[in-house]
């Protein structure tokens, strides 16, 4: 049996269940899925939805279109938000608390959670499928953390779920923003499988097929809609690159993204130049943040990586180097953000720590309830 809906106020997000399990369909195709804080709530009702009722057996999260799973969060609408907050009452804020919210519950929903991450995968969409139980993954997906183009840092808990990489290759990720491949992802430990993605194509039809066994697990039953017995193992292109990483961004914990970038400019590798270039567009302030964040965040539970994100988000939007990331590379695209202070040199540690320093006391944190 199966029920579809596509509420008035969230048109956004469909909903279908289909022989016990809900699909839940980001359906924003002509922004990449592009979260909006609309979509957030709805997406939070569904999953309290799905959470209370005892005939839905798991949830599955796919993008609508050809192109993305999910692209991020509508930075542009985070853009004005900012840009129109002169009396500093970060309306925005909201955003980030109702997102970490529900990424949270993904992590934690006590139903399996199969994200199919066909296509673009980016910030957001990262998320979200991060917490899934079971991460498909195909040969159009395309991953990436990106945010320190922009003046911000992997969030989204990409503190924690980056803690499954070696050190060397988080911080790579993390700093550069680089484009995983989806039998990439499945290597490093980002997705559980790699699937031709034709073959999800037909995978409500296999739903309904499923006659529930008392005797198999649910994940058992589920793992034959979703991954195919001839799985695909392409080669990973992060292998060929995988020493040259090691080699750059294996550095002791002191070292900072200085000591990676003087590391770098001694390699004359198209690959180090390459490297080299994107490191010196991105925001300077915040990959000595992302550093630090990342390294802080293998030690640190999923709560507390939440709560150290919302609080280096804030001081990069209230006073950081989001609003001009965004101007230059999305709102004006002249591709010359005017970063502050313009080199890694000029970054103080004072004002690192003042990034990772909570705004808030512990016990008024807004995510203290997690």
Same mark, same amino acid.
């Given at each position: 049996?199966?029920?579809?809906?596509?509420? =008035?106020?969230?048109p956004?997000v469909a909903?279908? #269940?289909v022989n016990r399990v809900a699909?839940v369909t980001?359906?924003?195709?002509?922004a990449l899925?592009?979260?909006?804080?609309?979509?957030?709530a709805?997406?939070?009702?569904?999953?309290?939805q799905?959470?209370?009722?005892?005939?839905?057996a798991?949830?599955?999260? =796919?993008?609508a279109?050809?192109?993305?799973?999910c692209?991020?969060?509508? $930075?542009?609408?985070? !853009?004005h938000?900012? *840009?129109n907050?002169?009396?500093?009452?970060t309306?925005?804020l /909201? +955003?980030?608390?109702?997102?970490y919210r529900?990424?949270?519950?993904?992590h934690?929903f006590a139903?399996p959670?199969?994200?199919?991450?066909?296509?673009i $995968?980016?910030?957001?969409g990262?998320?979200?499928a991060q917490?899934?139980a079971?991460?498909?993954?195909?040969?159009?997906t395309?991953?990436?953390?990106?945010?320190? *183009?922009?003046?911000?840092?992997?969030?989204?808990?990409a %503190?924690?779920f980056l803690?499954v990489?070696?050190r060397?290759?988080?911080?790579? #990720?993390?700093?550069?923003g680089?484009?995983?491949?989806?039998?990439?992802?499945?290597r @490093?430990?980002?997705?559980d499988?790699?699937?031709?993605?034709?073959?999800l194509?037909?995978f409500?039809?296999?739903?309904e097929a499923?006659?529930w066994?008392?005797? &198999?697990?649910?994940?058992?039953q589920?793992?034959r809609v +979703? $991954?195919?017995?001839?799985?695909?193992? *392409?080669?990973?292109?992060?292998?060929?690159?995988?020493? &040259?990483? /090691? =080699?750059?961004?294996? #550095?002791?914990?002191?070292g900072?993204?200085?000591?990676?970038?003087?590391s770098?400019?001694?390699?004359?590798?198209d690959?180090?130049?390459a490297?080299?270039?994107l490191?010196?567009?991105?925001?300077p302030t915040?990959?000595?943040?992302?550093?630090?964040?990342?390294?802080?965040?293998r &030690?640190?539970?999923?709560?507390?990586? +939440? *709560?150290m994100?919302?609080?280096? $988000? !804030?001081?990069?939007?209230d006073d950081?180097?989001?609003v001009e990331?965004? =101007?230059a590379l999305i709102?004006?695209?002249?591709e010359?953000?005017r970063?502050a202070?313009t %080199?890694?040199a &000029? @970054?103080?540690a004072?004002?690192?720590q003042h990034?990772l320093s909570?705004p808030?006391?512990r016990?008024?944190h807004?995510?203290?309830d997690?």
């Open positions: 049996m199966s029920t579809l809906e596509l509420s =008035r106020d969230a956004e909903f279908e #269940v699909i980001l359906d924003r195709p002509h899925n592009a979260l909006s804080h609309g979509m957030i709805h997406l939070a009702e569904r999953f309290a799905c959470a209370a009722d005892d005939s839905i798991a949830v599955v999260l =796919r993008g279109g050809e192109k993305a799973f692209a991020g969060g509508d $930075v542009r609408k985070l !853009y938000a900012a *840009r907050d002169p009396h500093h009452e309306p925005w /909201k +955003f980030f608390i109702d997102e529900l990424d949270f519950t993904v934690r139903k959670v199969i994200a199919l991450m066909d296509g $995968v980016m910030g957001g990262m998320g979200l917490g899934a079971l991460r498909i993954a195909t040969e159009r395309r991953m990436a953390m990106p945010e320190t *183009r922009i003046g911000l840092l992997p969030d989204v808990g %503190t924690h803690r990489l070696p060397d290759l988080a911080l790579y #990720v993390g700093l550069t680089a484009r995983l491949s989806g039998a990439d992802a499945r @490093v430990g980002l997705a499988e790699c699937v031709p993605s034709t073959w194509r037909s409500v039809e296999r739903l499923i006659r066994d008392d005797a &198999q697990d649910t994940m058992t589920l793992a +979703f $991954v195919p017995s001839a799985n695909i193992e *392409r080669h990973a292109p992060l292998d060929d690159m995988r020493a &040259q990483i /090691k =080699r750059h961004f294996a #550095v002791c914990a002191t900072g993204v200085e000591r990676i970038v003087a770098l400019a001694t390699d004359e590798s690959w180090a130049r490297t080299l270039a490191l010196e567009s991105h925001s915040m990959l000595e943040v992302t550093y630090h964040a990342l390294l802080r965040g &030690q640190m539970s999923l709560a507390d990586c +939440f *709560r994100e919302l609080g280096v $988000v !804030y001081r990069a939007i950081g180097d989001f990331g965004v =101007r709102i004006d695209k002249d010359r953000p970063f202070p %080199t890694l &000029q @970054v103080r004072e004002r690192v990034f909570s808030w006391r016990e008024m807004p995510l203290a997690l």
